[in-house]
């Protein structure tokens, strides 16, 4: 998705620091649920799913700050990413480890996509601030993706199906949070 110029409401800048707060509490409530069922039945996960949770944390504050510094409020979308997010990392995680692998994949790979138009947005607008929040959190989300790849997330048939919701499911909300 291209990013342009917004013609009602907020500046598309403030539209993605909003929209990706949101994405992060999502992210965040992801790993939560994964790292609940991970504690009982897959604990050898159990460290990565903390660090990605600690990234994700990082970055809902990284989003928050610069929110903050320019006087806005959270997307109306937060709470809803949040218990979507939630959801989506509980059902993965029932599958089983692939299942987390292929949804950490998924997710990571859509806002990946998403974050090189933002970046390519914002250096056209020269929105510094705006900029470097989004450009800070990229390295930590390509390592999520590399992870879910390397753990066999991406490339197993079986797991198509539940790749493609979680892939429609992800872009469907950020769609919906710029409009
Ligand atoms: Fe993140
Ligand atoms: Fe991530």
């Given at each position: 998705?291209?990013y342009?110029?917004?013609?009602?409401?907020?500046?598309?800048?403030?539209?993605?620091?909003?929209?990706?707060?949101?994405?992060?509490?999502?992210?965040?409530?992801?790993?939560?649920?994964?790292?609940?069922?991970?504690?009982?039945?897959?604990?050898?996960?159990?460290?990565?799913?903390?660090?990605?949770?600690?990234?994700?944390?990082?970055?809902?504050?990284?989003?928050?700050?610069?929110?903050?510094?320019?006087?806005?409020?959270?997307?109306?979308?937060?709470?809803?990413?949040?218990?979507?997010?939630?959801?989506?990392?509980?059902?993965?995680?029932?599958?089983?480890?692939?299942?987390?692998?292929?949804?950490?994949?998924?997710?990571?790979?859509?806002?990946?996509?998403?974050l090189h138009n933002q970046i390519e947005y914002l250096q056209?607008?020269?929105?510094?601030?705006?900029l470097?929040?989004v450009q800070?959190?990229l390295?930590?989300?390509?390592?999520?993706?590399?992870?879910?790849?390397?753990?066999?997330?991406?490339?197993?048939?079986?797991?198509?199906?539940?790749?493609?919701?979680?892939?429609?499911?992800?872009?469907?909300?950020?769609?919906?949070?710029?409009?």
């Amino acid at each position: 998705m291209k990013y342009r110029e917004s013609n009602t409401g907020l500046p598309t800048s403030t539209k993605i620091l909003k929209v990706n707060h949101a994405g992060e509490f999502g992210a965040v409530n992801i790993y939560r649920s994964q790292l609940f069922l991970a504690n009982i039945f897959m604990k050898d996960l159990v460290p990565v799913l903390e660090d990605f949770l600690a990234d994700e944390k990082r970055h809902l504050d990284v989003f928050w700050q610069e929110i903050q510094r320019r006087n806005g409020v959270k997307c109306k979308s937060y709470y809803l990413c949040g218990l979507g997010g939630y959801a989506m990392g509980f059902t993965s995680a029932l599958v089983g480890r692939r299942g987390i692998m292929a949804c950490t994949w998924a997710v990571e790979s859509v806002v990946i996509n998403h974050l090189h138009n933002q970046i390519e947005y914002l250096q056209s607008k020269q929105d510094v601030e705006a900029l470097k929040a989004v450009q800070d959190i990229l390295e930590d989300e390509q390592n999520h993706r590399d992870t879910g790849f390397q753990s066999g997330g991406a490339n197993n048939m079986f797991y198509q199906p539940l790749r493609c919701v979680i892939s429609v499911l992800t872009e469907g909300v950020i769609r919906l949070g710029m409009r």
